[in-house]
């Protein structure tokens, strides 16, 4: 139960469903480009199928080109693009790293595979990103980064923490899994702090099924990048000429996906306006058409402050309590809409009593978790299927 909650898969309630299946109406579909196959058949064609080839480098440029990233690796996951953060910032036992409590277990894991600690810190709810004063109130002079994840794509508020990045100068890893192509007063997400990453996971707005990328600024960051993404060897300098032998230079491993993920995810990256485009059409819709329900019934609707663009990966409701959070998630599994909740706080989870260490309780991140539902959403979801479950939401009395 806990690990679908946690992969936001949706799956708790629906078999109570008595809406027969055909009608039901998922939480989320992957979406299909319509190049994936004739890629995927020309890499097979190719014989090259290994990592870094010509898909890998399309998927790569496109990348560049909608965040502005000087340099981008494509990685198997988000995960492992965290964990060569974690590895690129040398953590080791006794190092802190501050972890917002609403997050997915991820970077959680990075910190915690290098020995360090993470310390986590409560939300701010109006996002349901990091707070910037509980990061200040968790600061300590053995705090080496600090994780910020823009929740449904919508940006943390970064003023404070980049002021308290230098000041302190600890690393900022932006977790972007759900951010691809947004912004914060202008600056692309994944581009403003030492680490940005993005997920590729079929959940996520483009995907390949599995995979992921590190975004990058500093130059020197990403030559060390490029050896640990190839086992700990200078392999891509030896096939860009820059060197006549590889050999194991540093700890790394094998992080570079294969050219049939990169062919799905160049195909994917090709139509990025569209997918962009029919995401926001179910996102407006929600937004304008429960305004008025919201507001009768005491429920909060996701918003977007105004210095940001965020990218219509989800949207989501937080009601009054969690008892009517409970009600509204059976509710429209009664009418075969499949709406979950999202994250256990990671302060509260097995792992994170464990290994993490909270100063503070983190009550606003608990609140958040327990009143939050999403709706569904995805690109290809029809105006009738939109209808039905703002119409299903709105006949919903607390
Ligand atoms: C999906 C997700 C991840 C993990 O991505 P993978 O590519 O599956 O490793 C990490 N962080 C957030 C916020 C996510 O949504």
Redesign the pocket.
């Known amino acids: 139960m806990r690990r679908e909650v946690v992969?936001?898969t949706g799956v708790q309630h629906t078999d109570k469903s008595s809406v027969q299946t055909a009608d039901r109406i998922s939480f989320s579909r992957p979406y299909r480009a319509s190049r994936e196959l004739t890629n995927v058949e020309a890499v097979l064609k190719s014989d090259h199928c290994h990592g870094d080839g010509p898909f890998t480098a399309a998927a790569t440029a496109a990348l560049a080109r909608i965040t502005g990233a000087p340099h981008v690796l494509l990685t198997t996951?988000?995960?492992?693009?965290?964990d060569m953060a974690a590895l690129l910032l040398e953590l080791e036992p006794g190092d802190e790293a501050i972890v917002p409590s609403f997050?997915?277990?991820?970077?959680a894991n990075a910190i915690a595979l290098r020995g360090a600690t993470c310390v986590f810190a409560d939300i701010d709810s109006t996002t349901g990103n990091v707070d910037t004063n509980a990061v200040a109130a968790a600061i300590t002079d053995r705090t080496r980064a600090v994780v910020v994840?823009h929740?449904g794509g919508v940006a943390a508020d970064m003023d404070a923490l980049l002021t308290l990045a230098s000041e302190h100068s600890f690393a900022i890893i932006e977790?972007?899994?759900?951010g691809l192509g947004g912004s914060w007063r202008g600056r692309p997400l994944g581009t403003i702090g030492t680490f940005g990453?993005?997920?590729?996971?079929d959940?996520?707005n483009v995907h390949c099924g599995?995979?992921?990328a590190l975004l990058l600024t500093d130059e020197v960051l990403m030559m060390r990048a490029e050896i640990m993404r190839e086992k700990g060897t200078d392999r891509a300098r030896f096939l860009r000429g820059q060197v006549d032998k590889y050999s194991w230079r540093s700890i790394g491993s094998s992080y570079l996906p294969s050219e049939l993920n990169a062919a799905v995810l160049a195909a994917q990256l090709a139509e990025f306006d569209q997918i962009q485009a029919g995401r926001h059409r179910v996102w407006s819709r929600y937004a304008a058409e429960l305004r008025e329900w919201a507001s009768l019934a005491g429920v909060r609707l996701m918003t977007v402050p105004p210095d940001r663009k965020h990218t219509a990966h989800l949207f989501y409701l937080r009601m009054p309590t969690a008892n009517s959070r409970h009600n509204i998630v059976e509710y429209l599994a009664a009418r075969g809409i499949s709406a979950p909740f999202h994250y256990v706080p990671l302060d509260s989870s097995p792992a994170g009593l464990k290994l993490g260490h909270t100063p503070r309780p983190c009550v606003r991140a608990a609140e958040f978790a327990s009143t939050i539902v999403r709706l569904p959403l995805w690109p290809a979801m029809t105006d009738r299927e939109v209808d039905r479950v703002i119409h299903a939401v709105t006949s919903f009395r607390a």
């Open positions: 992969t936001g996951s988000c995960t492992h693009a965290l997050a997915f277990p991820s970077m994840m929740y977790d972007n899994a759900h990453t993005l997920s590729f996971h959940t996520k599995e995979g992921g």
